[in-house]
């Protein structure tokens, strides 16, 4: 058979795919689809999912059909590995184990399906003791810790500390998928699962790059994106229950300068203080109650569209990456933008090897901004000298606190003031609080 352009860039077989210890050949491999982390920012994320189809002789080095629980992992090859320069951090591609197996005899194919950890994590109860009330970090631990102890196959790395802390709960026999997910939910953290496939938790300030790791130019993108706007997710009021009281107490916050009113909502969370509550409330509200553009995933080719170190970038890479977008043409919404990236689709074919990233756009998915985030000068035009920003500077004039927890540009970003604390954060003060009211 002759052999494809992976295989012609690669030197060799540019996978190895292998299959309860056995590899396979992947000559006899058809295309192989590879999604992980979350289609959108309004989503949870995913268990990681590999589908391939194989001729039934391919499967000869196991001897037998393939096993629901079969081990199941992808990596390039030792060739690939070295024709683009790369090493053991980019090698990994899907760590997981086989939940659907189609035989078509009269093909003579085989169609198997692996999904990753997280799938696994919700088939598996924990939970017979009460839990205290704890940080998030601390809660995620817990539940992961007796992830492990139930099933010590599940490997589970050292997470973040958190941020806010919930409420004690008794807990009898739940899914830790599910605890992890309603963990998630109203913390700003989330359970993230690796290309090696390890559990990790990520809390509400994981996200607090102030440099892109990755720029892509417009030219990098095999298609034109279509940018959207709509009122899909948008809040402008929100009420929170928060502690242990039956019924729950509640904070409400509203954005009454927002040009679509009246999208109210109100929700129970496993929040302990009003303080983590209100500060819930301003983040949901300042990043939602305006509409932002929303951008499709953006399709690369690895080996024709994207150089060698960014290449080698997007391997090493996990969900949760900052990239840099660039180079947009009009009647784009701008012209450049930082974007995180929440997964992709990794796809390889013999002739193409391609990875669609789903983005969303800094300011609704990254950590709330900081002082020590706010730019210490601007360029007030053109061959002017850079001038300190200050906090009646006409940029914020008039601008809510609340619309500033969602404040975010490419331009933006830069040093630290030095007559505030670092670590406050919008949800510090109240909403209606302007710039020109801070001392």
Known sequence: MPSGLLETFAGGKPLTVTLAGHVLDTDRVGPVAIRRGRRSADTRPEAAVLGFSVYADGLDVLGRLPELGDALTVELSAAMLTALGGGPTHARRFTGTVTDVASRASAGVVSIIATGAKARAARIPIGDVPWPAELDGARAARILAALVAADPSFTVLAGDPGTVTVVARDVDRQPVAALLDELAAYTGGDAWETRAGALVWRDARSRSDLNPTLTLAASNILVDPEFTKDLDGLVTDLTVGYGTAEPQVEVRVRDTTAPIAALAARVSTPLAAEGDATAYAIEVVG????????????????????????????????????????????????????????????????????????????????????????PATRIPGPGLPAQNVTWADAEFAGMSWLAMAGWWTEDRLGNRWADVPASLTWGTYPSTTTWGDLP
């Not at 994207?306 to 391997?315: E, F, G």
């Not at 900052?322 to 930082?338: F, H, R």
């Open 287 to 374: 990043r939602r109650a305006r509409p932002r553009w929303r951008v499709p995933d953006l399709p690369l080719d690895l080996l024709h569209t994207l150089d060698a170190a960014q290449r080698l970038t997007l391997l090493a890479a996990e969900p949760g990456l900052l990239i840099a977008l660039t180079g947009l043409p009009d009647p784009a919404p701008w012209s450049a933008n930082q974007l995180w990236v929440e997964g992709w689709t990794e796809t390889y074919t013999r002739n193409a090897w391609r990875m669609a990233l789903a983005v969303s756009v800094r300011g609704l998915t990254g950590a709330q901004p900081r002082w020590i985030d706010v």
